[in-house]
């Protein structure tokens, strides 16, 4: 069974403050997705990363993508309340199907 | 239409009735996902359909559950005597296809007293 697994599960820091999610798996996925939540919404995609090594950048957020295909991490700097809300990390699972193994999340809480 | 859409957003039944929960997708959008969320936890998959097909049903927790595509648009989530532990937001996805990032719509918030 592939699963994924996120840390920390809960961040809350000061507007200004660097942070790093973290999204390991002993299992090897072909792709890894990032999606952020607010409140009452459904999930809204960030990023996909496909290539081992992988780093991409979106603004003030940075994605990468181990080398092993294994992990991910995501950094944000200078974080501002907006950047608030909950972090799910997915894996395409193995069947061609489009199908994603969603991490359990991280909720970040970005205080003024 | 311009995001996927679901329907009601918010529902509150009596355990043992059956609840309908319905999902517009992007139109052209060939897969469509279900997924369940649980309060503050990540994403549990329940079904997946390409086109009207279901090839994969290995989430669906009990056979209280079913869904259904027609006209490769329009899906519905049936839960049949719907239990407590059935309280949670359920969420759909629709994809151009399995190579492509979700668009989630916001969800139906379940909630069964």
């Known amino acids: 069974t592939q699963l994924l697994e996120q840390s920390p599960q809960f961040l809350s820091i000061q507007e200004g403050e660097n942070l790093t999610v973290y999204c390991n798996s002993s299992?090897?996925?072909?792709?890894l997705q990032w999606y952020r939540q607010e409140p009452g919404e459904g999930p809204v995609l960030l990023v996909t990363v496909v290539t081992g090594g992988e780093v991409k950048k979106l603004k003030r957020l940075t994605f990468q993508f181990g080398d092993a295909r294994k992990d991910s991490s995501l950094h944000i700097t200078a974080a501002q309340p907006g950047d608030t809300g909950l972090y799910l990390c997915a894996g395409d699972d193995s069947s061609n199907t489009g199908k994603l193994i969603f991490g359990q999340g991280t909720t970040l809480q970005v205080k003024p | 239409g311009a995001g996927v859409s679901q329907s009601p957003s918010n529902k509150v039944t009596e355990k043992g009735k059956d609840v309908e929960l319905r999902c517009d997708p992007i139109?052209?959008?060939?897969?469509l996902y279900w997924y369940r969320q649980r309060l503050g936890q990540g994403l549990e998959f329940l079904i997946y359909?390409?086109?009207?097909?279901?090839?994969?049903k290995s989430g669906l927790p009990s056979d209280r559950f079913s869904a259904e595509r027609t006209g490769e648009s329009v899906s519905t989530l049936t839960i049949q005597r719907t239990q407590q532990e059935d309280s949670a937001v359920y969420l759909c996805a629709s994809s151009l296809d399995s190579n492509y990032g979700y668009t989630f719509g916001s969800g139906t918030r379940l909630t069964v007293v």
């Open positions: 139109s052209g959008h060939t897969a």
């Open positions: 299992s090897v996925f072909s792709s």
């Open positions: 359909f390409q086109g009207n097909s279901a090839p994969d």
